[in-house]
């Protein structure tokens, strides 16, 4: 009788630290997904819904066409860009807003967003004309960059990653 007792107890006790364990693990997961922030994009877009997508920057413009499956840059040698390079590019998208700055600012320039470094625009099938985000200074500890949507006046901070990855596309494809 006593080893039937001890069975009892010792059954008693491993469920009770599984159920322990359960609760800590559920404690955790539910603490994580309240201190989780979702990242607002600056315009929502499935890839496979563009069909241009268009960079200027420096005093150069790239347009780059999709047709078929492939992406073409539009200048005298149409070169097809490798879906990977378009990936990373489109990705930018993905990193959304840091935060918003100021709505309606009197002054643009100290934004740098008077005569913006970089304009990147995205043409949509159901579109007939581009959505633009205009990109200008970094932020004083230069880990962000100040950034606008074409006809909204409002300046939003965007991850230092946009003008990096950006520039780095664009210093590959320019002519």
């Not at 970094?138 to 520039?167: A, F, H, Q, W």
Request: proline letters at 3%; glycine letters at 6%.
């Amino acid at each position: 009788m006593a080893w039937i007792k001890n069975k009892k107890i010792i059954f008693l006790a491993i469920l009770l630290i599984l159920s322990g364990l359960i609760a800590i693990k559920e404690f955790r997961r539910q603490a994580l997904e309240g201190t989780a922030r979702k990242v607002p994009r600056i315009f929502d877009f499935r890839n496979e819904d563009l069909i241009q997508v268009f960079l200027k920057m420096n005093n150069g413009k790239i347009l780059i066409k999709k047709t078929d499956d492939k992406w073409i840059i539009t200048d005298s040698d149409n070169r097809v860009v490798r879906a990977d390079y378009m990936r990373d590019l489109l990705a930018v998208y993905d990193f959304g807003v840091v935060q918003d700055v100021e709505s309606e600012p009197n002054d643009y320039d100290i934004y740098g967003l008077s005569s913006p470094e970089i304009e990147l625009g995205i043409l949509l099938k159901d579109k007939n004309k581009f959505d633009i985000i205009y990109i200008g200074d970094d932020n004083p500890p230069k880990t962000s960059c100040y950034g606008m949507v074409k006809e909204k006046p409002e300046i939003i901070l965007l991850g230092i990653g946009y003008k990096r990855t950006i520039k780095h596309f664009f210093n590959k494809f320019k002519k």
